[in-house]
Structure formats: structure tokens, C-alpha cells
């Protein structure tokens, strides 16, 4: 489904890098989704939801993603929170 949630998700919070070989891991994506969706007001979908979604738009293992924009902020400030 084009423009769904998934999508907007990918698009707002996520770039694409994949010659440096980094990959976004499976807790760090979805706790990303997750802050994106608190900033956003959007409903969270479960976890199984979310991954059943993915799996039609990245590569789980090596996706190359790195985060970026507000939820990319609240993520890791939610994180780390000695950095505060």
C-alpha cells in the first residue's frame, strides 16, 4: 500500500546508506518507529505488525538505514538518558 503508515515512517525517519555498510538493527528500528509515532501522534501498530510490513519494504538483516529527523532525536535522548 502505497503512502501507508510504513511508508511515511521510512521516509521521514530513515535515509538510505548503504556503502558505509551500516545497518539499523532490529530493536533500534522499531524503538525508532516507535519514538515516531509518539511525535507524530500516530497509532502504533505491534511489533509483529510492524516487522510483517518491513519485510515487503527493506532487508531486516542489511538494510543500510540510518535514522534521522525528530524521532531520530527522541530515540536516542529515550536511550541514552545520561546524555540529558
Request: with cysteine.
Amino acid at each position: 500500500m502505497a503512502n501507508s503508515q510504513f511508508d511515511l515512517f521510512l521516509y521521514e525517519a530513515t535515509y538510505s546508506d548503504h556503502a558505509s555498510g551500516f545497518t539499523l538493527d532490529r530493536d533500534r528500528l522499531y524503538g525508532l518507529y516507535t519514538s515516531w509515532c509518539m511525535i507524530n501522534q500516530q497509532r502504533l501498530g505491534s511489533e509483529s505488525t510492524f516487522w510483517s510490513a518491513m519485510k515487503h519494504r527493506i532487508n531486516p538483516g542489511h538494510n543500510g538505514l540510518r535514522m534521522k529527523g525528530p524521532a531520530a532525536a527522541d530515540y536516542i535522548l529515550a536511550s541514552y538518558p545520561g546524555l540529558v
